[in-house]
Protein backbone atom coordinates (compact mmCIF):
# COMPACT_ATOMS: atom_id res chain seq x y z
CA UNK A 1 0.00 0.00 0.00
CA UNK A 2 1.13 3.78 -0.49
CA UNK A 3 2.85 5.42 2.29
CA UNK A 4 1.19 6.22 5.33
CA UNK A 5 1.80 9.93 6.29
CA UNK A 6 -0.53 10.58 9.14
CA UNK A 7 1.29 8.11 11.06
CA UNK A 8 4.63 9.22 13.76
CA UNK A 9 7.08 6.88 14.21
CA UNK A 10 9.14 7.99 17.95
CA UNK A 11 12.28 5.80 17.18
CA UNK A 12 13.28 4.42 13.61
CA UNK A 13 11.59 1.82 11.86
CA UNK A 14 11.18 0.45 8.63
CA UNK A 15 8.25 1.49 6.72
CA UNK A 16 6.76 -1.68 6.37
CA UNK A 17 5.28 -1.63 10.14
CA UNK A 18 3.98 2.14 9.69
CA UNK A 19 2.59 1.63 6.59
CA UNK A 20 0.59 -1.31 7.54
CA UNK A 21 -3.42 -0.85 8.65
CA UNK A 22 -6.54 -2.38 8.31
CA UNK A 23 -8.75 -0.63 5.54
CA UNK A 24 -12.36 -2.21 4.92
CA UNK A 25 -12.82 -0.69 1.23
CA UNK A 26 -12.30 -3.29 -1.22
CA UNK A 27 -13.25 -3.59 -4.61
CA UNK A 28 -14.90 -6.73 -4.73
CA UNK A 29 -11.92 -7.94 -7.32
CA UNK A 30 -10.56 -11.63 -7.03
CA UNK A 31 -7.04 -12.58 -5.75
CA UNK A 32 -5.21 -15.23 -7.09
CA UNK A 33 -4.29 -18.64 -5.51
CA UNK A 34 -0.37 -17.90 -5.90
CA UNK A 35 -1.22 -14.30 -3.87
CA UNK A 36 -3.24 -16.11 -1.27
CA UNK A 37 -0.66 -18.71 -0.54
CA UNK A 38 2.18 -16.14 -0.89
CA UNK A 39 0.52 -14.36 2.15
CA UNK A 40 0.55 -18.34 3.90
CA UNK A 41 3.91 -18.93 3.28
CA UNK A 42 4.75 -15.37 5.19
CA UNK A 43 2.62 -16.67 8.01
CA UNK A 44 4.00 -19.99 8.00
CA UNK A 45 7.58 -18.60 9.07
CA UNK A 46 6.37 -17.57 12.38
CA UNK A 47 8.08 -17.85 15.64
CA UNK A 48 6.60 -20.17 17.79
CA UNK A 49 7.11 -22.23 20.88
CA UNK A 50 8.86 -25.43 20.92
CA UNK A 51 8.26 -24.56 16.40
CA UNK A 52 4.54 -26.39 17.32
CA UNK A 53 2.78 -24.00 14.44
CA UNK A 54 0.03 -24.19 16.24
CA UNK A 55 -1.63 -21.99 14.13
CA UNK A 56 -4.68 -23.08 11.14
CA UNK A 57 -5.57 -20.73 8.18
CA UNK A 58 -8.67 -22.04 6.93
CA UNK A 59 -10.46 -19.59 3.92
CA UNK A 60 -13.41 -19.30 1.48
CA UNK A 61 -13.31 -17.56 -1.54
CA UNK A 62 -15.43 -15.57 -3.08
CA UNK A 63 -18.39 -17.09 -5.42
CA UNK A 64 -17.45 -20.31 -4.04
CA UNK A 65 -19.42 -23.15 -1.94
CA UNK A 66 -17.78 -21.88 1.00
CA UNK A 67 -18.59 -18.75 1.20
CA UNK A 68 -21.77 -18.05 2.18
CA UNK A 69 -21.49 -20.58 5.54
CA UNK A 70 -18.09 -18.21 6.27
CA UNK A 71 -19.82 -14.86 5.46
CA UNK A 72 -23.03 -15.84 7.32
CA UNK A 73 -21.39 -16.11 10.78
CA UNK A 74 -20.20 -12.23 10.20
CA UNK A 75 -21.64 -9.57 12.35
CA UNK A 76 -24.09 -7.60 10.69
CA UNK A 77 -21.38 -4.17 10.53
CA UNK A 78 -18.76 -6.30 9.40
CA UNK A 79 -21.03 -7.81 6.74
CA UNK A 80 -21.56 -4.00 5.48
CA UNK A 81 -17.80 -4.52 4.19
CA UNK A 82 -17.00 -7.59 3.79
CA UNK A 83 -19.20 -8.46 1.17
CA UNK A 84 -16.30 -6.86 -1.07
CA UNK A 85 -13.56 -9.19 0.29
CA UNK A 86 -12.21 -11.57 -1.92
CA UNK A 87 -11.23 -14.13 0.80
CA UNK A 88 -12.82 -14.79 4.22
CA UNK A 89 -10.31 -16.70 6.99
CA UNK A 90 -10.98 -18.05 10.02
CA UNK A 91 -7.89 -18.24 12.21
CA UNK A 92 -7.37 -21.05 14.71
CA UNK A 93 -4.62 -22.82 17.20
CA UNK A 94 -3.54 -25.82 18.51
CA UNK A 95 -4.53 -25.43 22.45
CA UNK A 96 -1.77 -28.88 22.79
CA UNK A 97 1.70 -29.08 21.62
CA UNK A 98 1.72 -32.04 19.31
CA UNK A 99 4.92 -33.48 20.47
CA UNK A 100 3.51 -34.63 23.95
CA UNK A 101 0.25 -33.61 24.07
CA UNK A 102 0.23 -31.45 26.50
CA UNK A 103 -1.42 -27.55 26.57
CA UNK A 104 0.61 -24.77 25.37
CA UNK A 105 0.30 -21.62 27.43
CA UNK A 106 0.92 -19.85 24.02
CA UNK A 107 -0.70 -21.12 21.47
CA UNK A 108 -2.76 -18.00 20.64
CA UNK A 109 0.17 -15.83 20.99
CA UNK A 110 1.61 -18.31 18.37
CA UNK A 111 -1.03 -17.58 16.13
CA UNK A 112 -0.82 -14.13 16.45
CA UNK A 113 2.84 -14.08 14.93
CA UNK A 114 1.71 -15.96 11.98
CA UNK A 115 -1.40 -12.95 11.50
CA UNK A 116 0.89 -10.58 11.98
CA UNK A 117 3.54 -12.11 9.20
CA UNK A 118 -0.15 -12.49 6.99
CA UNK A 119 -0.86 -8.73 7.58
CA UNK A 120 2.65 -7.67 6.76
CA UNK A 121 2.81 -10.05 3.30
CA UNK A 122 -0.54 -8.48 2.31
CA UNK A 123 0.87 -4.81 2.87
CA UNK A 124 4.08 -5.33 1.07
CA UNK A 125 1.40 -6.80 -1.88
CA UNK A 126 -0.99 -3.91 -2.01
CA UNK A 127 -3.34 -5.97 -0.46
CA UNK A 128 -6.18 -5.69 2.42
CA UNK A 129 -5.79 -7.81 5.40
CA UNK A 130 -8.14 -7.10 8.27
CA UNK A 131 -8.51 -8.64 10.97
CA UNK A 132 -11.58 -9.03 13.00
CA UNK A 133 -13.89 -10.68 16.57
CA UNK A 134 -16.69 -9.92 15.34
CA UNK A 135 -18.25 -12.67 14.36
CA UNK A 136 -20.27 -15.96 15.74
CA UNK A 137 -17.47 -17.87 17.12
CA UNK A 138 -18.88 -21.13 17.83
CA UNK A 139 -20.55 -20.92 14.33
CA UNK A 140 -16.90 -21.01 13.07
CA UNK A 141 -15.87 -23.85 15.07
CA UNK A 142 -18.85 -25.55 13.49
CA UNK A 143 -18.71 -24.25 9.96
CA UNK A 144 -14.87 -25.58 9.78
CA UNK A 145 -15.16 -28.40 11.70
CA UNK A 146 -12.67 -27.61 13.68
CA UNK A 147 -11.80 -30.24 16.71
CA UNK A 148 -12.43 -29.29 20.39
CA UNK A 149 -8.67 -29.09 21.65
CA UNK A 150 -8.39 -26.03 18.85
CA UNK A 151 -9.20 -22.48 19.65
CA UNK A 152 -11.25 -20.26 16.95
CA UNK A 153 -9.06 -17.01 17.39
CA UNK A 154 -9.65 -14.62 14.39
CA UNK A 155 -11.38 -13.99 11.33
CA UNK A 156 -9.78 -11.92 8.31
CA UNK A 157 -10.79 -10.11 5.37
CA UNK A 158 -8.37 -10.08 2.06
CA UNK A 159 -9.00 -8.23 -1.00
CA UNK A 160 -8.16 -5.45 -3.01
CA UNK A 161 -8.05 -2.07 -2.22
CA UNK A 162 -11.08 -0.15 -2.98
CA UNK A 163 -12.58 3.59 -2.38
CA UNK A 164 -13.65 4.59 0.96
CA UNK A 165 -16.31 6.33 -0.66
CA UNK A 166 -17.92 2.69 -1.48
CA UNK A 167 -18.59 2.36 2.11
CA UNK A 168 -21.53 3.21 3.94
CA UNK A 169 -21.20 6.68 5.27
CA UNK A 170 -20.28 5.70 9.31
CA UNK A 171 -17.69 3.25 8.06
CA UNK A 172 -15.99 5.98 5.51
CA UNK A 173 -15.67 8.35 8.86
CA UNK A 174 -13.03 5.29 10.56
CA UNK A 175 -11.21 4.47 7.34
CA UNK A 176 -7.74 5.74 7.53
CA UNK A 177 -4.24 4.25 9.47
CA UNK A 178 -4.94 5.04 13.29
CA UNK A 179 -2.15 6.22 15.30
CA UNK A 180 -0.61 4.22 18.34
CA UNK A 181 0.27 4.75 22.19
CA UNK A 182 3.47 6.57 22.97
CA UNK A 183 6.01 3.56 24.38
CA UNK A 184 6.05 4.76 27.46
CA UNK A 185 1.93 3.84 28.05
CA UNK A 186 3.19 0.18 26.86
CA UNK A 187 6.47 -0.28 27.50
CA UNK A 188 8.04 0.03 31.48
CA UNK A 189 11.31 -1.19 32.81
CA UNK A 190 11.08 -3.65 36.34
CA UNK A 191 7.38 -3.31 36.97
CA UNK A 192 3.88 -2.34 35.35
CA UNK A 193 3.05 1.15 35.80
CA UNK A 194 -0.86 2.34 35.78
Known amino acids: MKNVTNRHREHPIKDIFINRWSPRAMTGGSITDEELNTLFEAARWAPSSYNDQPWRFIYAKRDTKYWNSFFGILAEMNQMWCKNAAVLIIVCSHKNFEHNGNFSKTYSF ?17 LVAHGMAGFDYEAAKKAVNAPNDFEIEAMIAIGRLGNKENLPEQLQEMESPSDRKKIEEIVFEGEMKK
Open 110 to 126: DAGSAWQNLALQASEMN
